[in-house]
């Protein structure tokens, strides 16, 4: 399997002080904010991202380099595109960090606007797309228009901006994953089969050796019992030997809460992922957990979490990924360990014998991206469309239980349907 090229663009080590010579004091040095801070971080192309800003009021203080504020992913037509010239008033794309006083919000039903206080400019160029590691910033740079101007006071903003070759595994479904589609990597216009995937939802048959770790009835024959429940759905991931190499499989079943008709956050329904067990040819074990349900609002969505397991973790496993999809259109499911360390304490590693799928040990250096599925809305012909880091695939295998997770988390969609709505004649045959 040949890797797509795609480069990570970081920046981080944030930090934001005052130096200069104060007029009401006469004092020179480090002045304290009197607001919090935060900056908006804008490419080209890409959403706009944002992240607090640490106030520094310290001389020797120097931010931490390993923190990630932010970090925003390239592959070779992106590059493209922000190297090509633009308008007559942005002709050159550049990273922009805008850094603002206070936030937006309102107070006694006044609306209160922050204010800027500078921003820093990297414009983009050729030396983004050599695939090489590159520190581009790295240090204090003052910013806005009180540069220590005549002795008064002057923004400095600390921050390192880095580009590192993140190489990916680019895989899509051929049909929808009910159909049991054949799976292929994508390279360029190459497009190569590397897996097929079985989708079933009939009786289990007890020679499976899935059903050690079946739970519940599995007969769904009858449609009013879908309308009821949705279970015993089970996909396998196959290599091109036939050999059955992951699979995902319904253990709690997708039903209405109590007092309505959808799958809520109080009761969701779960998936299992597991892969071989080196034990035997017939055995499997545990790898991933994956919880669905649906969250009502103006614009309904599913939401998917998982969790990994391992042999030495009791209980629910480790928290990777939660992420809300948009029942009507679609999105992206992801795991990135170092978006997930920016918005919640650091978890404790998971102590594995292999390398193999424990994710680098989670470090945000090791780990950082992971996985990424991109899948359509309810009722709509999904093939899902994965991206693998290259660094946590070093075997068939490990692709293959991400396939199957991805194959989880298209079928949470439609699982996660309200159960008195009409079923479309295209789905009945399918399921």
Same mark, same amino acid.
């Given at each position: 399997?040949? %890797? ?14 005052y130096?200069?010579?104060? %007029? ?7 002045h ?14 890409? %959403? ?14 120097i931010p ?5 504020a ?81 002795g008064?006071?002057?923004a ?10 993140d190489?990916?595994?680019v895989?899509?479904?051929?049909d ?22 079985k ?12 059903s050690?770790y ?6 769904i ?8 429940e ?29 007092g ?20 035997? %040819? ?25 969790h ?5 973790q ?27 360390m920016?918005?919640?304490a ?5 102590p594995?014998?292999?390398s ?16 990424s599925?991109r ?46 709505r ?10």
């Open positions: 399997m040949d %890797p797509q090229a795609f480069i990570r663009l970081s920046i981080g080590s944030l930090g934001l002080r130096t200069g010579t104060e %007029p009401s004091t006469g004092k020179s040095g480090i304290k904010l009197s607001s919090s801070c935060v900056c908006e971080i804008r490419l080209r192309g890409f %959403p706009v991202q944002t992240s607090s800003v640490p106030l520094i009021s310290s001389a020797d203080v931490d380099s390993q923190n990630i932010s970090s925003f992913y390239l592959e070779e037509s992106d590059l493209k595109a922000l190297l090509t010239p633009g308008c007559f008033y942005n002709p050159h794309a550049c990273l922009e960090i805008a850094v603002f006083s206070g936030r937006k919000g309102s107070h006694c039903g006044v609306g209160v606007k922050r204010q800027q206080i500078g921003i820093f400019k990297i414009q983009v160029g050729p030396e983004w797309g050599e695939g090489k590691p590159l520190v581009l910033f790295n240090g204090w740079v003052g910013i806005g228009k009180n540069k220590q101007e005549n008064k006071p002057g400095e903003l600390h921050l390192k901006v880095k580009l590192d070759p190489p990916r595994y895989f899509q479904f051929e929808i994953t009910t159909l049991s589609p054949q799976i292929v990597q994508l390279q360029g216009s190459i497009q190569q089969p590397i897996f097929s995937c989708f079933t939802k009939d009786r289990v048959s007890q020679m499976d050796p899935l050690s079946w739970s519940g009835s599995t007969d024959s009858d449609l009013e019992s879908e309308r009821r949705r279970k015993g759905w089970k996909v396998k991931i196959h290599d091109l030997s036939g050999s059955a190499v992951a699979a995902a499989f319904i253990t709690t079943p997708f039903v209405p809460s109590s309505c008709d959808w799958v809520a956050r109080s009761n969701p329904g779960a998936w299992l992922i597991v892969r071989p067990d080196a034990r035997g %040819p017939e055995s499997w074990q545990p790898w991933g957990k994956l919880e669905a349900w649906r969250e009502r609002g103006l614009r309904d969505s599913i939401c998917c979490r998982f990994l397991l391992s042999e030495a009791q209980g629910g496993g480790l928290l990777m990924s939660e992420i809300n999809i948009s029942a009507e259109k679609g999105g992206e499911f992801f795991i990135d360990t170092e978006k997930r920016r918005t919640a650091a978890a404790t590693p998971i594995s014998p292999q193999s799928g424990d994710f680098g040990a989670l470090s945000p250096v090791v780990g950082g991206f992971v996985m599925c899948v359509q809305g309810e009722g709509k012909r999904s093939k899902p469309l994965v991206q693998l880091a290259l660094r946590h695939v070093t075997c068939v295998e490990d692709a293959a239980m991400f396939m199957a997770l991805a194959a989880a988390v298209d079928l949470s969609i439609e699982a996660c349907r309200p159960f008195r009409k079923f479309r004649r295209g789905f009945r045959h399918s399921f």
